[in-house]
């Protein structure tokens, strides 16, 4: 992390994740006909580097990465680590696709409220610091 204002820093991450999120279920609708396509998610950010207090995280955010038995039993393993398969699919096609579109736009729709909110907070946050510089 850098010397920036760590609200801005965390909003900064957090829209940057949304527009990742994005990103994934576009692809997954795009795929939402493909065989065996298995709908994907993202990880959501971690924040606790925002509550370090001398260099020691007070919150950890627990890392379980697939071992070779867990993908030996039909997990499939994440590519980058941050895109993995959707846990919470509503149903499976019979030709293995895992996408639901109803399922994707409900996704779309909190991603855009969530990057409304976030672009809310940093709007009113560049108010503030303008305010206190006498802008």
Do not use: W
Not at 25 to 34: F, G, K, M
Not at 35 to 41: D, G, I, L, M, S
Not at 43 to 48: K, L, N, Q, R
Not at 49 to 65: M, N, S, W, Y
């Amino acid at each position: 992390m850098t010397d920036a204002i760590p609200l801005i820093d965390g909003l900064t991450r957090a829209m940057k994740n949304l527009a990742e999120r994005q990103r994934v279920v576009a692809q997954n609708i795009a795929n939402s006909e493909t065989p065996a396509f298995r709908a994907q998610e993202v990880e959501a950010p971690d924040f606790s580097a925002l509550l370090v207090d001398q260099g020691k995280p007070h919150v950890a955010r627990p890392r379980v990465r697939a071992t070779g038995g867990m993908v030996a039993l039909g997990l499939a393993p994440s590519s980058d680590g941050h895109i993995f398969a959707d846990p919470q699919v509503s149903e499976t096609k019979p030709d293995g696709n895992t996408v639901t579109l109803e399922d994707q736009l409900l996704k779309m729709g909190d991603i855009q409220s969530r990057f409304q909110t976030m672009t809310d907070l940093y709007r009113k946050q560049i108010g503030l610091i303008q305010a206190a510089i006498g802008r």
